[in-house]
């Protein structure tokens, strides 16, 4: 039976081997996508869920693939019957020694930047975060959203000229 073999998706070993590879990628994939943690976690769940009910018909080195689409599927159905908010906010609490002329201006930017990043096409604004918050590269980007290398480098160079535009300093 191929269930027992040790390649097989639908081994558990293999199967919690994928998860512990790419749910916390996914996460952040579709959260830069959703703005939402609990809709992110819906979506790596659901998209688990099915790779489970397709293991057998899935190959483990196309599992990471098929992850990504099926989450990336579910995001453009909610985006269907919803407009994308993009919440990014450091919600600790921190204690600073800076003047409140530098946080005022600190604060200033990040509303700024907040608000180029929500202005930018979803496309930008997710191949940005990834690469410069996940520290993602280009060819990684490039295979979750199943598009070339080329693509995520124009996205990643438009995304830039236009919060360059918007935010004098970046």
């Known amino acids: ?3 027992e073999d040790p390649q097989n998706v639908c081994n558990e070993s293999t199967y919690s081997a994928l998860f512990n590879a790419n749910s916390k990628t996914i996460f952040n994939y579709i959260y830069y996508k959703f703005g939402n943690e609990e809709k992110a976690h819906d979506a ?3 998209a688990f869920v099915k790779l489970w009910e397709h293991c057998a018909k899935v190959a483990p080195e196309k599992a990471k693939s098929f992850l990504y689409t099926v ?3 579910l995001y453009l159905n909610v985006i269907k019957a919803e407009k994308v908010r993009l919440k990014y906010a450091d919600k600790s609490l921190k ?7 530098f946080l005022m201006e600190e604060n200033e ?3 700024k930047l907040d608000r180029a990043l929500d202005d930018l096409p979803d ?3 997710s191949t940005f975060l990834l690469n410069r918050i996940d520290g993602k590269k280009y ?9 070339s290398v080329k693509a995520i480098e124009k996205r990643m160079h438009l995304a830039l000229k236009t919060l360059r535009e918007k935010i004098e300093g970046i």
């Not at 204690?95 to 002329?101: A, F, G, V």
């Not at 060819?139 to 979750?144: L, S, T």
């Open 139 to 147: 060819a990684e980007i490039a295979e979750m959203e199943g598009v």
């Open 95 to 101: 204690t600073t020694h800076e003047s409140p002329e």
């Open 1 to 3: 039976m191929k269930a």
């Open 123 to 125: 496309n930008q604004r």
């Open 44 to 46: 790596v769940q659901e």
């Open 71 to 73: 989450a990336n599927n």
């Open 109 to 111: 930017f990040k509303a």
